[in-house]
């Protein structure tokens, strides 16, 4: 499969000006419908990768490294952490490097096109088959290079993904519709891929499945499975933000400019919470079926959760449009805090359904929280294109994808140690498993418990102070136009006497006195 430009790419809107990349720079007479239901579909349809990869790691690589790989619960942990070392370089600069990109493809395509044929090698390492190796120390050392690969290839689609998105259409509502569309393929991903997963282990573990098909299930069949339509995502869409045509030096100032922006630092944080959440409660809810309240089945707890998300992402969508979308991030938050002081105290030994009535209740506000992350976005870019007079998207992505990474590595490290210091008894590679001790089976729910309270009751409080409400936004994408407009019609010579201070240099929110900063 090669690139061609299609007319979107190469040629502007009529009686559009052009720099000499052949992008239009001035924005068009007003935002409108500008994707086919089928470029929609197909962009949706790549967040394949980000929901099922991100789903199967946090569901099963911390039980995967103790059980399967068969490394203690605390090491298990810290080797994912340490090669994350590597992601507070690798995502902000990936970001930098596709906002600087200038080919007839665009600048995020070619990127997306390169990281699709990297991943199912990059899954072919996540997953190796290193149980049977003698060497704990070699073990450690492979499981850390193959997640600094894993994390560079998913760099390398996740930073040009999101920051296509918000430039794959200028219609503030449009955006919002299409990032929802997204966000739902990602659920659906992620659901499906937590389910085949679980099944391929439990069918290992039983002994109806030879380490030689898990392996090749895994790498080449979810390798293809997010590869495709990432494929299709760089071959079939089109970038339609303008671009300039010299984009600022590479510098610190650069690197850090996203957090210049008090509406991204506050998202920011919005994104960390639920994320954190969802990994630990994931990573956390696998030993708890296991162990903490036997019979629960993760196949259907993950499944009443996703089938909630599902069902909620009809609603989400005609409400985005007349709801300001913090107050959809924070309204069920409550129930999601409440259902989960009941799972995490629910008796042992007694009948499991209501277990996942209170999944589906869980679910309400932390799949809220999850969605409108990704709408909001774009609204915040634009917030920083009118503060810093450039539209530095793959900066912000960059950083979003960082965030969302660390937040995995982080939840994986604190699981892992939270059973190492609670007694957690690990079982060798090909060992049955072993009972585990009441104080095991305390770490296990206080964990889930004291991660939800904590950190979604802090989402709840940012979620009330973010200030781009739907008239703000509104007013961000008729101040762009202009902006535009003016940037392209202004003499050199003035541009260049008037543009001397840095990128960044004033916040966004500035003639906004009200506007808070976190």
Request: hydrophobic content about 50%; glycine content about 8%.
């Amino acid at each position: 499969m090669s690139y061609a430009a299609s007319p979107a790419d190469s040629a502007p809107a009529a009686g559009s000006p052009t720099n000499s990349t052949g992008t239009a720079d001035t924005p068009s007479a007003g935002p409108g419908p500008q994707m086919s239901r089928t470029e929609r579909a197909i962009f949706a349809f790549g967040d394949v990768f980000g929901g099922g990869a991100a789903a199967t790691l946090a569901v099963l690589y911390l039980f995967y490294l103790t059980d399967i790989v068969g490394l203690p619960p605390g090491l298990a942990g810290t080797t994912v952490v340490v090669s994350k070392v590597w992601d507070a370089i690798n995502h902000p600069l990936m970001g930098i490097i596709t906002d600087r990109t200038r080919t007839r493809w665009g600048r995020r395509r070619p990127w997306i096109f390169a990281g699709a044929l990297l991943l199912p090698p990059a899954m072919a390492g996540l997953w190796a088959p290193i149980g049977d190796w003698d060497s704990q120390s070699a073990k450690v050392w492979f499981v850390i290079l193959a997640h600094l690969f894993w994390t560079t290839v998913a760099s390398i689609v996740a930073v040009p993904y999101g920051s296509l998105s918000t430039e794959i259409t200028t219609d503030p509502d449009e955006r919002s519709r299409v990032n929802v569309l997204r966000l739902g393929c990602a659920t659906f991903s992620a659901v499906g891929c937590t389910l085949v997963m679980n099944a391929l282990v439990n069918a290992f573990t039983e002994g109806h499945l030879s380490m030689t098909t898990l392996y090749l299930s895994l790498f080449l069949g979810f390798g293809t499975f997010f590869a495709v339509p990432l494929l299709f995502v760089a071959r079939f869409t089109h970038e339609r933000a303008p671009v300039a045509e010299h984009p600022d030096a590479f510098n610190l100032k650069v690197v850090i400019s996203p957090f210049r922006i008090a509406s991204f630092r506050r998202l920011t944080a919005m994104y960390l919470c639920p994320s954190i959440t969802i990994d630990i409660v994931t990573s956390v809810i696998l030993y708890y079926a296991l162990y903490a309240v036997p019979g629960v089945r993760t196949v259907l707890f993950a499944g009443i959760f996703a089938v909630v998300t599902l069902v909620m992402l009809p609603v989400l969508l005609r409400l985005v449009d007349r709801v300001d979308k913090n107050v959809i991030y924070y309204t069920g938050i409550p129930l999601s805090i409440l259902a989960m002081v009941a799972i995490a105290f629910y008796p042992s030994g007694t009948i499991v359904w209501p277990v996942y009535v209170l999944a589906g209740i869980f679910a309400i506000g932390l799949a809220a929280a999850q969605v409108m992350i990704w709408v909001m976005f774009p609204d915040v870019v634009d917030d920083g294109e009118i503060a810093q007079g450039a539209r530095n998207a793959g900066s912000f992505s960059g950083v979003m994808v960082l965030v969302r990474t660390m937040a995995s590595a982080l939840a994986t490290f604190a699981v892992g140690w939270v059973l190492e210091f609670t007694g957690y008894q690990h079982a060798r590679h090909g060992e049955a498993r072993l009972a585990q001790p009441e104080s095991a089976l305390w770490g296990i729910r206080l964990t889930m418990l004291i991660t939800v309270v904590v950190l979604m009751g802090l989402a709840w409080f940012l979620a009330r102070g973010y200030t781009l409400n739907r008239a703000r936004v509104l007013q961000l994408s008729v101040d762009l136009e202009r902006a535009r407009a003016a940037r392209h019609t202004v003499a050199p010579e003035h541009a260049a006497h008037h543009g001397a201070h840095e990128p960044g240099e004033h916040e966004a929110g500035e003639h906004e006195p009200d506007q808070p900063h976190i």
